[in-house]
Structure formats: C-alpha cells, structure tokens
C-alpha cells in the first residue's frame, strides 16, 4: 500500500535494515520461481519471461530494499514531517481493500419526487453535485443529509431572429470539474446549452449559448479554460472560458452570469447523437461516442476529428470511460467492451455476468473498472488480473454491490391506489470521492415512461 525509502541522516542503518528480511525476500522470489517454472499440464501458446529470473539482485538493489520500509505509518509520518524521503501510496488500494473484504454499506439518499439522476460528481470531501431528468442541479451534503438546489442559469429570451426563445428542458446530463477545480460545468435551463459555476461557491459564471440545436449529453474539460460538448444534433462545440471570468468579483449584490459564443462548432462526421465524450490525457484527445455504435477520435491541439470506427456488434452504447494509460471502456446492452486507444482494436468483451442488464455508467479507479448496470448492481472488474473483482471473505463468487430498491411515482394512467412501486433501479451515475473509500451511486426507472429516482451512499 505505501512504500517510503529512508534517508540516512545519523547512522549506518535504518530500523527496517534488518537482514532477516532478505532471506524472506529470497524465499518469496525463489518459490515464484518455482511456480513460473512450473510445467502445465496443457501448454501454453503464450509465455512471457521475467528479465530477473536469472539474475541475482545487485548489491545496490539489496542496500535499496533494506532502507525500504513498507509501513504505512512510517509513510504518515514522512509525509508529516515533509522530509526529502521518496514515498509512494496505491492510491486504489483502499477502495480495493474494502470492495473485496465486504466493508461497504449503503445508506440511501432521501430525493423526494425528483426523477432520475443522471450525473454526479464529488465537489469535496462532504458534497456532492448531481443533474437529475427534471433539470434541477442539487447539491447533497453527506455530514447533515441535507440537499440545497442550485439555481439554473438561463441564456437570453429572444433568439437571433428576433423570435421568443423556448426553452428545451430534458434535464442535466452531464457534470464536469476543469482539473484545478475551480469551475463545475453543467446544463444550463435550455438543455441546448451549458452553465458554468465557480467553486467553491457554485456562483454563476455565464453560459454558453448558440452551439447546439438540440440537448447537450456530455462534456469534458481539456484544461481549466478549454472545454468541449457534444449533443443530440451530432456537433461538438469547443469553448473558452477565460480566466477573467473564472475570477470572483470584489463585490457583488447579486450574483450575475455573462453569455459566451462557441470558439469552434463542428460536425461530428459519421456519427448519430453524439452520447458521451472523454479526454484521454496519454494521447491528448477527445473520444466521443455515438448511438450508431461508432466511436470518434478527435485531436486535442487542432480540434479536428481523426479517426472513426465501428464498434463490433455494440448495441445501446450509452457511456465511455478512460484509465490514466489510454484504455477506453465502452458500455453496451449485455457487456463492456475496452479498446487499445492507439489503434482502437477491441482488447477485451467483458460480459455482464447477467443477461440484458445493459450497462449505463463506468469509471475507472486505478486498474478497477466500475461497472453500474441497469438493474440496480455495481460491478468491479480487475483490468490487469482480466477478472470480476472476487471477494476475500468467500472466494467463490465475485465483488457485486446491490443498491437499494428506489420508488416510482406513477402516472395516473397506472392502477389507483399505488402511490409508490417499488422498482429495481438504475446505475444512471456513480462516483468516488478523492480518498476512493466512499462512493455515491444514483439513478431512477430505466423506463423512459416512468417517473422516480434513487441515490444512495456507500462509506
């Protein structure tokens, strides 16, 4: 889990500079070894070979792991003292820590008649943001249970032409954080355009206006200035938000939002209702997927669209995730697929382990893909072991978190008398904190017909 290299300051050798930790080290190595080594009874098509089998350790390598401690509380300590000792943490180790040894518990969220939450994300270590269907923007604070609705931002009344401005209310999609955390963006009242807050205070900003004719589904920030949306009509819209906007006035009666013009609108070719997009850091571009099952790569420095492919056989592609080395998830009706980014061949079909679920959000923590289903089940898949996350407690199944049942409200079409029906919900959003021990899920009805939500906190 943590991993501090002692600096030598009086002294010869450090407390963990015990020799006897060689000989376990040897031992260890020794009967991996020995289990490489190890004839199958079926052979391999496929071996890969150690370079360190064959060589003895180095009499500095030896030297580095004896002033090597692997203690967490040393790991504490140096880092509270601010000492020039390297240290490293695994940073998913405490979420995979508590998913396989069963340590989650749910604690449902209280939503009232709001309906479907399709976005969320953790604004600190006790808030969190979320977008539901009747486009309200709620901030949900997990210390007091309490829930405060941020006011939605609206462009202006008349359009270009002259005509009144109606407004399309489709509800809030997406919610994204520029990396400095300084600005939160979101959909704005007209789902054909996005709002901008300033953070902490969640003050307006201003809103972007005139780059989409129809609902904004996803966005994502390049850096704290530059940001890019897709929508419904098949654009992607590239705006700039600039730092004297991003600045708090002095003084300020009544908090007031400017309007901003797009920098570039372009067409996504080959592409039907541009659904989610991702910016993939290692290869600094912009993935966007649509509903034709095709998968769009554009260039980050020219905003200029790359490559197009065809996803095989993926049906109901709702949601995109990327890890920090460039893999792309895919979410489809009955499995997730990854993608090598470099050549965007499929690496991998990860079937759902239950039939027609549909997979409708996924994120990645370190190597473990988080997988919410349309059935109300959380998944976690292991990208380097390639297998279901499987519990410590029994091993013979694997790691599935099961939210709680959520509440319909029926229309008056539906049977009187039945004021609420319990129904299985779906995964819409879910997201981890900065720590990776606590984790927000939320969602509603996969029906489109019908009206409810569900939340739910797991710490």
Same mark, same amino acid.
């Given at each position: 889990?943590?991993e501090v290299?002692?600096?030598?300051?009086?002294?010869?050798h450090?407390?963990c500079?015990?020799?006897?930790?060689?000989?376990e080290?040897?031992?260890?190595?020794s009967?991996?070894?020995?289990?490489?080594n190890?004839?199958?009874?079926k052979?391999?098509?496929?071996?890969?070979?150690?370079?360190s089998?064959d060589?003895?350790?180095?009499v500095?390598?030896?030297?580095? !792991?004896?002033r090597t401690?692997y203690n967490f509380?040393?790991?504490?300590?140096?880092?509270?003292?601010n000492?020039?000792?390297?240290?490293?943490?695994?940073?998913?180790?405490?979420?995979?820590h508590?998913?396989t040894h069963d340590?989650f518990?749910?604690?449902?969220?209280s939503?009232?008649?709001?309906?479907?939450v399709?976005?969320?994300?953790?604004?600190s270590?006790?808030?969190v943001?979320?977008?539901t269907?009747?486009?309200?923007?709620?901030v949900?604070?997990?210390?007091?249970?309490?829930?405060?609705q941020i006011?939605?931002?609206?462009?202006?009344?008349?359009?270009?032409?002259g005509?009144p401005?109606?407004?399309q209310?489709?509800g809030?999609h997406s919610?994204?954080?520029?990396?400095?955390?300084?600005l939160?963006?979101?959909?704005?009242?007209?789902?054909?355009?996005i709002?901008i807050?300033?953070l902490p205070?969640?003050?307006?900003?201003?809103?972007g206006?005139?780059?989409?004719?129809d609902w904004v589904?996803?966005?994502?920030?390049l850096?704290?200035?530059?940001?890019?949306?897709?929508?419904r009509?098949?654009?992607m819209?590239?705006?700039?938000?600039?730092?004297?906007?991003?600045?708090a006035p002095?003084?300020a009666?009544?908090?007031t939002h400017?309007?901003?013009?797009?920098?570039?609108?372009?067409?996504?070719?080959?592409?039907?209702?541009?659904r989610?997009?991702? !910016?993939n850091?290692?290869?600094?571009?912009?993935?966007?997927?649509?509903?034709?099952s095709?998968?769009?790569?554009?260039?980050a420095?020219?905003?200029?669209?790359?490559?197009?492919?065809?996803?095989p056989?993926?049906q109901?592609n709702?949601?995109?995730?990327?890890?920090?080395d460039?893999?792309?998830?895919?979410?489809?009706?009955?499995?997730?697929l990854?993608l090598?980014a470099r050549?965007?061949?499929?690496?991998?079909?990860?079937?759902?382990?239950?039939?027609?679920?549909?997979?409708r959000?996924?994120?990645?923590?370190g190597?473990?893909?988080?997988i919410?289903?349309?059935l109300?089940?959380?998944?976690f898949y292991?990208v380097r072991a390639?297998?279901?996350?499987?519990?410590?407690?029994?091993?013979?199944?694997?790691?599935?978190?099961?939210a709680?049942?959520?509440?319909?409200?029926?229309?008056?079409?539906y049977?009187?008398g !039945?004021?609420n029906v319990?129904?299985?919900?779906?995964?819409?959003?879910?997201?981890?904190?900065a720590?990776?021990?606590?984790?927000?899920?939320?969602?509603g009805?996969?029906?489109?017909?019908?009206y409810?939500?569900?939340?739910?906190?797991?710490?």
């Open positions: 889990m943590a290299q002692k600096m030598r300051i009086y002294g010869k450090p407390p500079g015990n020799n006897s930790r060689l000989e080290r040897r031992i260890r190595r009967n991996l070894r020995a289990e490489r190890r004839k199958p009874e052979p391999e098509d496929f071996v890969c070979y150690e370079s089998d060589e003895e350790e180095t500095t390598e030896t030297r580095q !792991f004896l401690t509380v040393d790991y504490v300590r140096a880092r509270e003292t000492t020039r000792e390297v240290r490293k943490i695994n940073q998913e180790y405490g979420s995979r508590i998913l340590l518990k749910e604690y449902s969220v939503l009232n008649s709001m309906n479907k399709f976005c969320s994300q953790w604004l270590d006790r808030q943001v979320f977008g269907k009747c486009n309200k923007l709620m949900y604070d997990v210390a007091t249970q309490k829930l405060d006011p939605s931002l609206h462009g202006r009344s008349t359009n270009p032409n005509g401005q109606t407004d209310q489709s809030i919610v994204q954080i520029n990396p400095s955390r300084t939160l963006s979101t959909g704005a009242r007209n789902s054909n355009e709002a807050y300033r205070t969640l003050d307006p900003v201003c809103v206006e005139a780059g989409h004719r589904f996803d966005m994502c920030w850096d704290d200035e530059f940001i890019v949306s897709g929508s009509d098949t654009k819209v590239l705006w700039h938000v600039n730092s004297d906007l991003a600045v002095d003084k009666e009544v908090p400017r309007l901003i013009q797009p920098v570039c609108v372009k067409e996504c070719r080959s592409a039907q209702k541009v989610a997009l991702a !910016f850091k290692a290869y600094n571009e912009i993935a966007a997927l649509s509903l034709n095709f998968i769009h790569i554009w260039s420095e020219t905003f200029k669209q790359k490559i197009s492919r065809k996803l056989a993926c109901d709702v949601c995109l995730a990327v890890q920090d460039g893999v792309y998830a895919v979410g489809c009706r009955s499995y997730t990854l090598d050549t965007l061949q499929p690496i991998k079909k990860i079937p759902s382990r239950y039939s027609g679920c549909g997979i959000s996924a994120s990645f923590q190597s473990v893909l988080t919410g289903t349309g109300g089940m959380l998944m292991d390639q297998k279901y996350l499987e519990s410590s407690i029994n091993s013979n199944r694997t790691v599935v978190l099961k709680s049942k959520g509440y319909v409200f029926p229309d008056e079409e049977v009187d !039945f004021q319990k129904y299985t919900p779906a995964i819409y959003t879910h997201c981890y904190d720590s990776g021990t606590r984790l927000f899920t939320a969602g009805p996969l029906p489109a017909n019908l409810g939500n569900y939340a739910g906190l797991w710490q």
